[in-house]
C-alpha cells in the first residue's frame, strides 16, 4: 500500500492540467486510491506516467490501451466517476 507520503504525490501527480483529465483522475486519487489494493495502486501509478495524449484517448474513448492492467484501471476511473456523479 502507498504509505501517506506517497498518497499525497499521486494525488499532485493526477493534476494533468487538461480538464478533462483533472475531473477523471482528481477525485479518483483522493478518494478511491487510498482504498484500493497495493497492486491497483501501482498499477494506477503506471497509469499517471504515461502521457496525456494517450490518457486524453483512452479516457474518451477513442482508443483502448494495448496493457490489459492500463485497460482495466481506465475503467475503474471511468467506472468511478460515473458512479460518484449526483444526479441531476
Same mark, same amino acid.
Given at each position: 500500500?502507498?504509505?501517506? #507520503?506517497?498518497?499525497?504525490?499521486? =494525488?499532485? &501527480?493526477?493534476?494533468?492540467?487538461?480538464?478533462?483529465?483533472?475531473?477523471?483522475? @482528481?477525485?479518483? $486519487? =483522493? &478518494?478511491?486510491?487510498?482504498?484500493?489494493?497495493?497492486? +491497483? +495502486?501501482?498499477?494506477? =501509478?503506471?497509469?499517471? $506516467? %504515461? +502521457? !496525456?495524449?494517450?490518457l486524453f #484517448?483512452?479516457?474518451? @474513448? $477513442?482508443? #483502448?490501451?494495448?496493457?490489459?492492467e492500463l485497460?482495466?484501471?481506465?475503467? %475503474? =476511473? +471511468? !467506472?468511478?466517476?460515473?458512479?460518484?456523479?449526483?444526479?441531476?
Amino acid at each position: 500500500m502507498l504509505n501517506a #507520503t506517497e498518497l499525497r504525490r499521486q =494525488v499532485w &501527480h493526477s493534476r494533468r492540467g487538461m480538464l478533462e483529465l483533472d475531473v477523471l483522475l @482528481g477525485p479518483f $486519487s =483522493v &478518494h478511491a486510491l487510498p482504498l484500493i489494493s497495493a497492486d +491497483q +495502486q501501482q498499477i494506477y =501509478v503506471r497509469l499517471l $506516467s %504515461q +502521457q !496525456d495524449p494517450d490518457l486524453f #484517448t483512452w479516457f474518451m @474513448g $477513442s482508443a #483502448t490501451s494495448d496493457d490489459k492492467e492500463l485497460a482495466a484501471m481506465v475503467k %475503474q =476511473v +471511468q !467506472d468511478y466517476a460515473q458512479s460518484s456523479q449526483v444526479p441531476a
